[in-house]
């Protein structure tokens, strides 16, 4: 290449826009549809977390109530709601505000 066709490629590159960093991988998931799924590989837990994620999505607030009414629509217990709790919370990956006689408060940690 000759010295006009170097300094044109020099003045192109620092021209050229940046490159955008590219983006986490998600999903867009149905309740209904990852309950079924949950139900049928025998992972109720993993739903509880789905539907944690789900809330704190749609409220915009990290911090979210999860009542046992609301978890027995897509056939999560609070037996193993209780116990997907504990274990997330022995991940790290929630903190959990319990009351007496009262639905948890969860905290995502990540987002």
């Known amino acids: 290449m000759d010295d006009w066709a170097k300094q044109r490629l020099e003045e192109l590159k620092a021209a050229a ?3 955008r960093n590219k983006a986490t991988p998600s999903v867009m998931l149905s ?3 990852a ?3 949950a139900n049928a590989t025998k992972s109720l837990k993993a739903m509880v977390w ?3 994620v789900y809330r704190v999505w ?3 607030n990290p911090t979210v109530a999860v009542p046992n009414g609301a978890l027995a629509k897509y056939g999560i217990s609070r037996k193993v709601k209780s ?3 504990r274990q997330l919370e ?3 990956l929630i903190t959990i505000e319990r009351r007496p006689q009262k639905t948890p408060t969860v905290t995502l940690q990540r987002l």
């Open 31 to 33: 309740l209904s549809w």
């Open 90 to 92: 022995a991940a790290g």
């Open 35 to 37: 309950s079924e799924a």
């Open 83 to 85: 116990l997907a709790l």
């Open 50 to 52: 789905v539907w944690l």
């Open 17 to 19: 826009p940046a490159r």
């Open 58 to 60: 749609r409220t915009k």
